[in-house]
């Protein structure tokens, strides 16, 4: 079974930089479509980036294109979301989830989190001056 951890939250200013890291046990990622999300008090879990297994093909939502970037390395297993001129507006719990599916079309399922079936337990992200 695919486990996730995942690390590197945590407070920064607006401008700064952060690399969140979700480190995968059980299974290899490289068998899986792969996603972040996530979700503000209040509000609704919100895709973020999302890696194909068809094609590795990566799509990033318009609020976070140009300054995240999602990589993966495959012999840590391990993938990661770097986070560049981060505003306040990026606050969140950030998840890391995965599908096995070689078929998920990341267009779609990263706007419908349900279908991601494997999730990490999250990690915080908080922007304040």
């Known amino acids: 079974q695919l486990q996730f951890v995942e690390s590197g939250g945590g407070m920064v200013r607006p401008g700064e930089s952060l690399r969140l890291s979700c480190a995968a046990s059980?299974?290899?990622?490289?068998?899986?479509?792969i996603a972040w999300f996530r979700q503000a008090p209040g509000k609704e879990r919100e895709g973020v980036s999302c890696?194909?297994?068809?094609?590795?093909?990566?799509i990033y939502a318009d609020s976070v294109k140009g300054r995240f970037t999602f990589s993966r390395d495959n012999a840590k297993n391990t993938v990661y979301l770097q986070m560049d001129n981060l505003t306040p507006e990026d606050a969140a719990v950030y998840y890391c989830?995965?599908?096995?599916?070689?078929?998920?079309?990341?267009?779609?399922?990263?706007?419908?989190?349900?279908?991601?079936?494997?999730w990490g337990q999250g990690t915080q992200v908080t922007v304040s001056s």
């Open positions: 989830a995965a599908d096995p599916r070689p078929l998920l079309d990341c267009t779609v399922a990263i706007r419908h989190f349900p279908l991601f079936g494997s």
């Open positions: 059980g299974r290899t990622l490289d068998n899986y479509a």
């Open positions: 890696i194909s297994r068809r094609d590795e093909s990566t």
